[in-house]
């Protein structure tokens, strides 16, 4: 077989859905070497079906690399592949054993095999410079109340405002929503009018800034749509010009023919 042919094979959607259902059954497998009980009864059956998706993962790999050369390494998703799976590789043993736990990454594949994950993560990564600013907005609002709560209640709960580094971590606690009514409230028993404070904070960092980092996914994600459907009307337009060549290219064939015959009865 061509190089071409065998790139197409494994492009093809029958061969995708076949490393698909090769991902999930080997999710399913590292899922139950968790179990002690299904170790000791099946351990055997399982590491072998590992070591096979494994040994399928590591044939696909090579089969694309030998069928697109160096266009395999262009494609950020076949690196990301090379990376997942060969974490795998390296022996689990010594120093290295830790990294046997990493073998769960290769059920990330998915994302690369599955082309609706793929524009969801593409759309994630497009939006990140928005969100790296966001971040720093963010980190600037917890820093500003961190040491305006520090001042204010570092007295009345040092348990939860005593320095600047509890207050941080009490205000993300904070604005995550998690178990901050019992905080305000030891404030609060002191402090009545602390409330303001946490009202206020809890509308700008949860409500105002959390729900820009959404808003910036999102117009990532619409973008990276517009783009695919930009490329698609681009490809359908290139298709219907190279049709209307070819109608046009036949209708003068067929004119030269039509001419022809009409120079012959003269």
Request: net charge negative; proline share 3%; hydrophobic share 55%.
């Amino acid at each position: 077989m061509t190089r071409e042919r065998v790139g197409a094979f494994v492009e093809s959607r029958r061969f995708q859905n076949f490393i698909i259902a090769v991902i999930v059954g080997n999710a399913v497998t590292l899922g139950l070497e968790t179990s002690p009980r299904m170790v000791a009864e099946h351990g055997t059956l399982l590491h072998t079906l590992d070591y096979l998706a494994l040994g399928i993962f590591v044939a696909e790999l090579g089969v694309k690399l030998w069928a697109f050369r160096g266009a395999f390494f262009k494609d950020a998703w076949n690196l990301f592949d090379v990376v997942v799976v060969g974490v795998a590789l390296v022996p689990a043993t010594g120093p290295f054993a830790v990294l046997r736990a990493l073998r769960v990454l290769r059920v990330l594949r998915l994302i690369s095999v599955v082309p609706s994950m793929r524009k969801v993560v593409t759309g994630l990564l497009a939006a990140v410079p928005g969100m790296a600013s966001i971040a720093a907005l963010l980190a600037l609002i917890i820093f500003v109340a961190g040491v305006m709560a520090t001042k204010l209640f570092g007295d009345i709960t040092p348990e939860h405002f005593g320095d600047l580094g509890t207050s941080l971590f009490t205000l993300f606690q904070v604005m995550t929503g998690e178990a901050w009514p019992e905080i305000a409230d030891d404030v609060m028993a002191q402090a009545p009018a602390a409330w303001i404070f946490f009202v206020v904070y809890i509308l700008i960092s949860s409500f105002a800034v959390l729900n820009l980092f959404i808003a910036v996914v999102v117009s990532a994600m619409e973008d990276e749509l517009r783009d695919e459907l930009r490329e698609e009307e681009d490809k359908q337009t290139q298709a219907q010009a190279a049709a209307n060549r070819e109608i046009l290219d036949e209708l003068r064939a067929l004119r030269a023919e039509v001419a022809e015959l009409r120079d012959r009865d003269r």
